[in-house]
Nanobody, 125 residues
C-alpha cells in the first residue's frame, strides 16, 4: 500500500529554516513524480516544488533560491529544505506522488494520486 508520511513542520520566525521530510513506501520511486504542495486558508492548493525523473526539479517562482527538493535515497524520503522563510510561506504543506506522463511531471494537484496527511508551517514576521 502506498504511504506518504510528512514530518518536520513547525513555527519559525521570518528568515529561519525548516526541513520537511516525506517518507515514501509502497511504490517504485523512480516511476513517480514527487511533489510538495501547500495550501493556506482561503487559497487554492499550489505546487511548491516538484521532483521528477532523473532528479529533475522545478520550483514555483516565489520559492526559487530559497527552497530545495531532494531525494534521500538512504532514508527513502523526499525532503524539502526551506531557507529564508517568509510569512507568505505559512501554509499546510503536503507531500504527493503521481505517475509520470512521458517522463513529465505536473503542477496540477489533480495529477497526483497519493497524498500525505500534511504538516503545518507557520512563519511569523
Amino acid at each position: 500500500q502506498v504511504q506518504l508520511v510528512e514530518s518536520g513542520g513547525g513555527s519559525v520566525q521570518a528568515g529561519g529554516s525548516l526541513r520537511l521530510s516525506c517518507a515514501i513506501s509502497g511504490f517504485t520511486y523512480s516511476s513517480y513524480c514527487m511533489g510538495w504542495f501547500r495550501q493556506a486558508p482561503g487559497k487554492e492548493r499550489e505546487g511548491v516544488a516538484i521532483l521528477g525523473t532523473n532528479d529533475i526539479t522545478n520550483y514555483r517562482d516565489s520559492v526559487k533560491g530559497r527552497f530545495t527538493i531532494a531525494h534521500d535515497k538512504n532514508k527513502k524520503t523526499v525532503d524539502l529544505q526551506m531557507n529564508n522563510l517568509e510569512p507568505e510561506d505559512t501554509a499546510m504543506y503536503y507531500c504527493a506522488a503521481g505517475q509520470t506522463l512521458l517522463n513529465e511531471c505536473f503542477w496540477t494537484p489533480s495529477r497526483y494520486h497519493y497524498w500525505g496527511q500534511g504538516t503545518q508551517v507557520t512563519v511569523s514576521s
